[in-house]
């Protein structure tokens, strides 16, 4: 069974930075795509970043660009997504997700086309 897990979320005040690491418990070579999402109370999930995990083509959501980074680190088996300049509108739970099948989650930026999530962890900003 896939198990996703995520960690270093926090608390953290507006102008600040955070790393989020998810780590499989599967190679995640073995998947097509791995990326992150977040939730506020009350708003829809939405698409933060994703990679593809062969040639490391990456896409993020409008509203981090130029902000968040993710990296996906096959020696250690783990995707991470570096939050820096972090705002008040940044709060939610992150979930990190992932899929087999490149052509289903390449470039989506939608929930259906990530099959594994985590449990996800909570981002606060102040």
């Known amino acids: 069974q896939v198990q996703l897990v995520e960690s270093g979320g926090g608390s953290v005040q507006s102008g600040g930075s955070l790393t989020l690491t998810c780590s499989g418990s599967?190679?995640?070579?073995?998947?097509?795509?791995m990326g992150w999402f977040r939730q506020a109370p009350e708003k829809e999930r939405e698409f933060i970043a994703s990679?593809?995990?062969?040639?490391?083509?990456?896409y993020y959501g409008d509203s981090v660009s130029g902000r968040f980074t993710i990296h996906l680190d096959h020696g250690k088996n783990k995707i991470s997504l570096q939050m820096d300049n972090l705002q008040s509108e940044d709060t939610a739970m992150y979930y990190c997700?992932?899929?087999?099948?490149?052509?289903?989650?390449?470039?989506?930026?939608?929930?259906?086309?990530?099959?594994?999530w985590g449990q996800g962890t909570q981002v606060t900003v102040s």
């Open positions: 599967v190679n995640i070579d073995n998947f097509g795509c």
């Open positions: 990679q593809f995990t062969g040639a490391g083509t990456k």
């Open positions: 997700a992932a899929d087999d099948h490149p052509r289903r989650c390449l470039g989506c930026r939608e929930n259906y086309c990530f099959r594994y």
